[in-house]
């Protein structure tokens, strides 16, 4: 398994569902799943969605700038950290953002999203 090659696939799934239907986002969460989203804390992967859908847009695009990534720890998790623009419509500026994502294998072999954190950057 490649780190990267994974982390790469993961981003591009997370924002396009994101982008085109948040409610979707809803399998990448569990119960002991948490976002902290501009400081704001929510636990378990539908009150996560709850916040995700209510955000006071219906469409935005996203586009990264950078995504790194580490092995964490042995149980076979991830730490991916993920920078880029987003545009919201009929803004002509767009908002820099900063997304943390800590990923945990599954039985199945996938990965589920354990920790997110977001934080847009004002300049």
Partial sequence: ????AVAKAFVEH???TFDANRAGLSNLYQDASMLSFEGQKIQG???IVAKLTSLPFQQCQHAITTVDCQPSGPAGGMLVFVSGNLQLPGEHHVLKFSQMFHLMPTPQ????VLNDIFRLNYA
């Avoid at 072999?109 to 589920?112: E, H, I, L, R």
């Fill in 45 to 47: 992967a539908q009150n």
């Fill in 1 to 4: 398994m490649d780190p990267d």
């Fill in 109 to 112: 072999g996938s990965f589920y």
């Fill in 14 to 16: 997370y924002y396009t």
